[in-house]
């Protein structure tokens, strides 16, 4: 069974960089999509970028756009998200999954249920990303 592991967050000012790393273990196949969801208190999980790896498509919530940034190391099975400029609303926990891309379907998409079967979808531990105004 796969493993992912989240890493990279911290505490930044307004308009600060942060880089986030998610490592998978066993699980990463050319039709799968990686992810990156983020989740405050009281609030549903939210994906923030999605990356389909066979189609190097990418998708991206309107609120991050310009900002952020997934790609994927393929030698290291590691995928991450850049974060550039960012705001006190991006605080949150952030996590990173993975799961086989839906077939006959919209692929990777930016909700738990749309970016692929529960069932087969990987998460990370979570990593803390708080920005102070």
């Known amino acids: 069974q796969g493993q992912l592991v989240a890493s990279g967050g911290g505490s930044v000012q307004n308009g600060g960089t942060l880089r986030l790393s998610c490592a998978a273990s066993?699980?990463?196949?050319?039709?799968?999509?990686l992810g990156w969801f983020r989740q405050t208190p009281g609030e549903e999980r939210e994906g923030v970028a999605a990356?389909?790896?066979?189609?190097?498509?990418?998708t991206y919530t309107d609120s991050v756009k310009g900002r952020f940034t997934i790609s994927q190391d393929n030698a290291k099975n590691t995928w991450y998200l850049q974060m550039n400029n960012l705001k006190p609303e991006d605080t949150a926990m952030y996590y990173c999954a993975a799961a086989p891309a839906r077939v006959g379907g919209p692929r990777c998409g930016l909700s738990v249920v749309a970016f692929g079967p529960p069932n087969l979808s990987y998460w990370g531990q979570g990593t803390q990303v708080t920005v102070s105004s």
């Open positions: 066993g699980v990463i196949e050319s039709h799968y999509c």
């Open positions: 990356l389909y790896i066979l189609g190097g498509i990418t």
